[in-house]
Each structure stands twice: as structure tokens, then as C-alpha cells.
């Protein structure tokens, strides 16, 4: 079965920092393209971040250049999302989602068409 879990939401106070996990199964790993999407109520789901699992290239949202940082273990099969400096406008639900190719027009626009996703870990940031 294809999959992608995610964890390690949780609440937090502004400054503070979260560590996310995205677990992916059921896919060859390596062959895929690994994104962080967040959605905070009433707004549209964004793109936050992306690794390439081939290659290691990462891209980030301007909003969260220098607080956030992707990474990959591929002998883990895991994506994480260390969140630094946090704010309350990053209080959202992420979601984790796996594409053969994720370009930066999918990360700046609407996630469409993107293969897997996973099911959500919210992280609240308290003022």
C-alpha cells in the first residue's frame, strides 16, 4: 500500500521549534519528490518546502527561508521538516505529499495532482 504518515505536530509557543516527520511506504523512495504543504483554516493549502530524493535539491516559501529546514534519510524512507522560530501565522495543518516530480509552480500554486498525500499533523503556535 502507498503510503506517507506524518507526525510531530503539536502546540508550541511562538519561538519555539517542532521537528516534522513524513514516512513514506509502498513507493520507491528515491524516485520521488517530497513536499511539505500547509493549510490554515479558511485558506488555501500552500506549499512550505520540498526535497528531491534523487538529488537532495530543496525549495523553500519566502515566508519560511532561515526557520525551517527539509531533509531526507533514504535509508529510512522518512522526510523531516525541522520548523525553527516559529510564528503564530504557521499554525496550520501540514501534510506531507510524494510526486515523481514536484516543480516549483506546484510549490508556489495549488498542490494539484500531486500522487500521495498524507493524512495531516497539525501544529499550533501560540502567541
Known amino acids: 500500500e502507498v503510503q506517507l504518515v506524518e507526525s510531530g505536530g503539536g502546540l508550541v509557543q511562538a519561538g519555539g521549534s517542532l521537528r516534522l516527520s513524513c514516512a513514506a511506504s509502498?513507493?520507491?523512495?528515491?524516485?520521488?519528490?517530497i513536499g511539505w504543504f500547509r493549510q490554515a483554516p479558511g485558506k488555501e493549502r500552500e506549499g512550505v518546502s520540498c526535497?528531491?530524493?534523487?538529488?537532495?535539491?530543496?525549495y523553500y516559501a519566502d515566508s519560511v527561508k532561515g526557520r525551517f529546514t527539509i531533509s531526507s534519510d533514504n535509508a529510512k524512507n522518512t522526510v523531516y521538516l525541522q520548523m525553527n522560530s516559529l510564528k503564530p501565522e504557521d499554525t496550520a495543518v501540514y501534510y506531507c505529499?510524494?510526486?515523481?516530480?514536484?516543480?516549483?509552480?506546484?510549490?508556489?500554486?495549488?498542490?494539484?495532482?500531486?500522487?500521495?498525500w498524507g493524512q495531516g499533523t497539525l501544529v499550533t503556535v501560540s502567541s
Open positions: 526535497i528531491s530524493s534523487s538529488d537532495g535539491s530543496t
Open positions: 505529499a510524494a510526486d515523481p516530480t514536484i516543480t516549483i509552480a506546484t510549490m508556489r500554486g495549488p498542490p494539484l495532482g500531486l500522487e500521495v
Open positions: 509502498g513507493f520507491t523512495f528515491d524516485d520521488y519528490a
